[in-house]
Structures are given as C-alpha cells and as structure tokens.
C-alpha cells in the first residue's frame, strides 16, 4: 500500500490555510478589501467607473475592467525588485480574464474601473488571494455583478492531489514532484474563468481537481459572503480607540 502523504503544516489534503476575508480597509476606495490564505496577504482597491484616459482606448458600448496586480518587494524573503515584471503583466491580465465574467459595465460606455491589487506578503497562491480580494472590493464598489468569483490554488504532491499549496509545496521535490494549478470560478455555477497549470499531470486526475476546487471555492464564497454581510452590518468597521 502507498505511503500515506503527510502535509508539511498538518492540513487535510483537501484543507484551506486558515483565511481572513475583509471588506472596506481602503477608505479613499470606492471599494476595497483584503484576503488571505495563511501567510498569503493580498488586498485590492476598486477605482471607478471613471472616464478612461488615453481616450483612444475607451469602448463607446461598454466599461473595461483594468487589473494591476503587484508584489511587493518586503512581500518575500529574497526581496523582489520593485515595479512591473513579465510575471506581474501576465498575472494582471488573468486576474481581469477571471472576473470578467462576473461583472457588468455595459451601463458605463467609456469608463475604466481600475482595480489594484498588492501581495503584501506571499507563501505561493497570491494570483488567487488577489482575485478573491479583487471580486469582493469590486462588490464593495457596487459595480453589477451576477456573482462573487472564487478563487484558489490547487495541486499534486507526488501523486497525491492537495488544496491550497504552500511555497513549500509548490517546491516539492519528491517522486513526481509538484504541480499546481491556479483556479478561479463563479461562485453559483459551474463556469470557471481560469484555470492556469504549473507542472504534469495525468488527464483523468484533471476530474478530481476540479471536483476539489468546487469544494473548495463553496468555503471561500462564505467567507467573502461574511466579510460583505459585515460591511453592510456596520460600514465603519473596526474598533475606534
Ligand atoms: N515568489 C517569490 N518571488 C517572486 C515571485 C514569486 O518569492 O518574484 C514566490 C511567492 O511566494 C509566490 C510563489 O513564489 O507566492 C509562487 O509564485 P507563482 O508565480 O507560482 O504565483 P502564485 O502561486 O503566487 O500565484
């Protein structure tokens, strides 16, 4: 019989890292919130809809969506050199691909709605945290969506198919190594918005994946759902001194 496979942190194999979904952190945002998986710190910050500028890039039937997603240099232990990367333009355009299908602009001929998007500090899954925190400051915002989108980090160690990678995880070495795929979905529906893969793995495990990331993604609607209930509940927030 195969050796059992032991999470280097004691997780399940289907186990999210502890989460923490807030809304409303940004007051100068017209909607803001952060996200995090464990040692996965993201926050995001919605702008707008405000007239775009170059003009030429506006679209007279419809709002774009503009992501920028940023790691910060302190987010890791080798310090990242700051400002844009070919890997920060790559996971700024997935990240606006996945929540896409989500929301409605086509009442804001035009506009652009910006959405910033900062790993304040990075232990693997940062795409996904930045997407999560992404769809609940644009919800924030009041821009129309039709559903919250969810995202998150799946994969195999060896052979054996885990949620929520860690750095350490994403590193393992071992057997058939690592592989990770980032997923995001709408929330109510079977439709999913990315699916991006790192590594090898035999088709008929892709099933099971994504049977993982339905699961997975019901924990993190509930989340962003507490964290967006609480705003509403009390538009302050915090505890004043
Ligand atoms: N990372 C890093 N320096 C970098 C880029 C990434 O240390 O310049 C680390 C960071 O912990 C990140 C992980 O590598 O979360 C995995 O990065 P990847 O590009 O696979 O994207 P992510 O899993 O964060 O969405």
Redesign the pocket.
């Known amino acids: 019989m195969a050796k059992e496979h032991k999470r280097p942190d004691g997780r399940k194999l289907n186990e999210l890292r502890k989460m923490i979904a807030k809304v409303g952190i940004i007051p100068n945002a017209d909607g803001s919130a952060m996200f995090a998986f464990g040692d996965?710190v993201a926050i995001a910050a919605v702008y707008g809809p405000r007239q775009l500028h170059p003009q030429h890039m506006r679209n007279s039937s419809t709002g774009i969506l503009r992501c920028n997603y940023d790691?910060l240099s302190f987010s890791?232990y080798?310090r990242?050199r700051p400002g844009p990367s070919r890997?920060s333009q790559e996971i700024s355009r997935v990240t606006e691909w996945a929540l896409l299908p989500a929301i409605d602009l086509s009442q804001f001929p035009n506009t652009v709605v910006d959405v910033q998007i900062y790993i304040l500090q990075?232990?693997?899954?940062?795409?996904?945290a930045g997407i999560n925190a992404a769809s609940m400051a644009l919800a924030h915002a009041g821009i129309p969506m039709k559903d919250l989108i969810c995202s998150v980090?799946l994969g195999k160690n060896d052979q054996t198919l885990i949620t929520d990678l860690t750095?350490e995880e994403?590193d393992y070495k071992e057997g058939e190594g690592a592989t990770d795929f980032?997923i995001a979905k709408l929330a109510n529906n079977d439709e999913f918005s990315l699916m991006q893969m790192?590594g090898k793995i035999q088709p008929e495990k892709v099933k099971e994946v994504l049977e993982m990331a339905n699961e997975a993604c019901k924990t993190i609607y509930e989340a962003q759902k507490k964290a967006l209930k609480e705003v509403v509940e009390n538009p302050q927030g915090g505890t004043e001194a």
């Open positions: 996965t790691l890791v080798d990242k890997r990075a232990d693997a899954g940062t795409r996904t980090a750095k994403e980032a790192d």
